[in-house]
Every structure is written in C-alpha cells, then in structure tokens.
C-alpha cells in the first residue's frame, strides 16, 4: 500500500534519510520511530509529494506519490508534524475549507470525531492550545474518511485521557481496515497500536520489526525501593541482574524472569515499585544489546 | 481553477482591496476637484515656487490644459505607483509565500489537486485581483469625474490609460508573485518582491531629477510606462505595452514552472 523505497533525500547541511526502505502493507497500522530529528518527517513529506527525493521513491497504491498526488490524495488523510493552520479560521471554519478542498460533504463522521474528542470547534485557531490544534489537525486527517492515513507525532500535545482516546480510535480504524502509517518518538503510543514499527536514527533505517518481537526483546527495568538493608544485601544475592541507585534503591533489570523476581521480591521488606520509562535510545540499546551504541 | 481556494484568496484580500480602492478614489475626487481650467496657471506657479528637481521627480512635470493631461499629470506620474503598488506586494505576497512561510500551504498541496491546479489558481487570483482594483478605480473616477466636470474627460483615452496602467501592473505583479512562489521564507518573497519594485521607482525618480540622471530611465521598467506619450499617440507606447505584457507572461510562466518543481519544506 505504502511503500518507500531506497529513498534518499538530503538537505544542503547533509542532514536527511538515507536509502529508506520500508512498506505499509494495506490494513496494517505500522509504527515509525526515532528520535527527534531522525528523519521521520523528512520521509513523510516525501510520502506527500512535498518534496523531490535525490533518489529512489515513494509510492501509494502503486502511484509515485510526488507525481501523482492530486489522486493520492483525494483517499488520504494526513497530519502534520507542525500544526499550522489558518490562524483566522475557527475550528469548523477549518474544516468546511477543507472538505471543500476535498470536495467531500458529508459531515457525520467529522461531527462525532469532535464530540469524541470534545473539540470546542467554534473557537478561532489561533487562541487554541497546543493540545486542542493537535484535535483540529487529528479530526481532519480522519474526517473525509481516507482508507490511507499518515500522521506524523499524532498524540504530540494531547492530555493522557486524550492519548488513549486516540489510541482506541487507531484501533477501531485498524478494524474498518484502514492503512495507518504513524511517526512517534513514544514508544508506548506504537506498542499499543501498531503491528510492525520500523526505527529510524540518524537518516537511516537500523530496524524494521513485528512490536510482538520487539518487546520480548526489550528488557524491562523497575526501580525497587526497600524498606530495609537487609532487603538490598538479599536482592544483590539473588539472581537478578541489580545495579543500587542509592542505600535505599536498586535498580533491577529482567531478561524473561519476572516470576524470579516477585518470588525475590515477596521475601523482602518492600515500600514502592517503579518501572522505568523507556526512551527510544534505551529500547533500542537494550534491543542490541549494551555494545551497540545509537 | 481550485473554487475553495479561490474563494478563501478574496475572503483574505478583500478588506485591503476595498480600502485601498477606496483610499485611490479619494485621491482621484481630491486631485479632480482641483482642476479648474482656468487656474492651471495658478497651480503651476505654484509648484514653480517649489525646487524644479524635487518636482520632476515625484513626476509632476506637465499639467497640460484638459482634465485628463491634468489627471495623468497628478496621478499617473507618482501616484500610481503608491497605493497599488502596496496592494500587488502584500496581495502576491500572501498567495504563496504567506502561505509556506506559516505552513498553511500543507492543508492545501495534502488535497486532491495538482501543484499545477493549486499555483493557476494563485495566479488567477493575482490577476483578477490586480485588473478589478483598476477597473474599479477608473469607473469611480469617471463617475467622480463627470459628476464634477460633465463632458469634460477625454472618456475614451481615459480608458485606454488605464488599460495601460494594467498593463504596467500585470508586470510588476508577475514580479512579485514569482518571488512569492520561489520563497521558502515571508523574507526572501518579500525582499525580492518589494525590492524589485521599489528599486525601479527610486531609479525612475532620480531619472526624473535632471538631465544628468536621465541615463538612470533604461535601468527601470516604468520606463515603458508613459502616460503622457499615449496622449500624444507615440508609438512608443506600442513597444512599451508588448515589453510589458513579455515581461508577466514570462515572470508568470516562470512562476508556474518553478512551483511545480520545487521542494515544499512545511
């Protein structure tokens, strides 16, 4: 359905992507992550038409998509990374300009998606917080009912309640058989949604996986914070990889033995558990292992 | 021809197209209600009083003896290149580049039209824009005119000025809008779109001051633009027309051109 291919598109400064390759196969929600200046958005831009790559292509449905655009785009619907709209326009003066650019009436589905993501439509844009010019952009991108649909950082200003609202949408969207190409420096909002996620860094793509496989990889990591000395000394003991963060916490680390480390743990005095966090960087080094460095 | 696009260009244009249309027929009634054939004289002493250079180079030079040399004389001379020229900049200027420079051009190049649709319908706009804020202005002061002086405009040479004027403008216009379409930036458009222009007027003036600057006048377009050699029925003006409409089709065609191919970065 989507499909880049060994695209290669550098700017004046020598940043850019370089030889990307990866395909969104049709009703597949697929994840691409990277850290922030990766080349995630230079990719996009290129799956839009916005831009002439140096070499290699981009195409939809078979259709090269910087030559073909006016008909790629009359069956997608596209977030952009950087929301820049019609400043003077409110909410559904946006929309109304839209389908019409569109050419596209019917406004059911664009009437539910602000009631589900409680957008006060009729406020200017420009008085609009981050959050809510991320619902206006998302509620378009989604509105003219597109079966191809590419978003670029969707969840980037929206609350928590909003992020899982967004994620249940991505999943009902997945059902109705929809395409979904999504960027993301998070990679809890791709877990939850999508199937295969290719990684990024630094132009080039390092990785493209099923999420199943990437997770059983991934290591998970808890700070344990105890109650009592003696509790670490019977940590440090055990089998569990530990490393102390201070006299009162360790750091444990899991390669597949989570039931090791309840039993461990059910025998020592506990006060609180925290996973950690992951950030993209430390999925993936923990993905390759400590040796491999981004 | 993109109808939603085209509609959202004049909602956006239309509140400084309307007054600074009204602004020039203001001007017009003011400058009109001045004549008065039999103090000509009157007004040319006292523009005499003033310094010969500073005169010739706002283009006050020949007041002639009937309305419509005294029209051309106070504003085809230096007028003209004051409001409308404002117009052109900031118009051409917020069909493309406004529009790349704030990112608002991703909603519209992400719908189902080609990059050739959207950039005609940009120039369209350009073009009807910068015709009717003349054709509007001429037919308000006429009305003005005959309101004030019946029968005493030259109505059919009035006309052929201004269709010289638009003439004159499609080209300064062609100018800017290709600036606008090659800009990444509000920056670049505007120091190329305003910076065109504006240089031509500066050179033109100091054309004007003496005949040792006179040199100065194949250095800018408006030049080709000389209401006072259409009245005398030069055929100068002929070669002047053909140059100018060379000059947009060429600034226009180009501005198409590069548009199509160009990288987007918004």
Redesign the interface.
Known sequence: MIKVDHLTKTYTNGNGIFDVSFEVNKGEVFGFLGPNGAGKTTTI?QC?????ANSGSCTINGLDSRAH???I??N?G?L?G???????MTGLQ?FD??Q????YKDKTLRNDLIKRFELESDRKIKKMSKGMKQKVALI?AFMNNPDVIILDEPTSGLDPLMQQRFIEFILEQKILGKTILMSSHMFEEVERTCERVAIIKEGRIVATEKIKDLKEKIQKQYVVTTKDKSSIQKLFKSNLECHQVNSHQVEITLHNNTQEMLEVLGSCQIESIDSIHQSIEQIFISYYGKGVSL | M????F??NIK?NRVLFVSLVLVMTMYYSIMISMYDPDSIDAIQAMLDAFPQEMISALGFTNFGDTLLTFISGYIYGFLIFLFPMIFTIVTNHKLIASLVD???M??????????L?IITTQLLTSILMISSFFILTTILSMVVAELMFPHELDISMYIKLNLYTIVLYLAISSIVFFASSIANDAKTSLSIGVGIPVSFLVIQMLSGIGDQFKWLENFTMYTLFDPQKMIDGESFVNIGIATLLLISMLCYGASIYYFN??????
């Open positions: 831009r839009l038409g916005f831009t002439n655009s006016d008909i785009h009359k997608l596209y952009p950087e929301i820049a709209f019609f400043d003077d946006y300009f839209i019409a650019l569109h050419g378009s | 993109i109808r939603a696009l509609n959202y956006t704030k990112g608002s991703i909603s519209i190049v992400a719908s189902p039209h080609s990059r649709k191919k160009r990288n987007l970065y918004i």
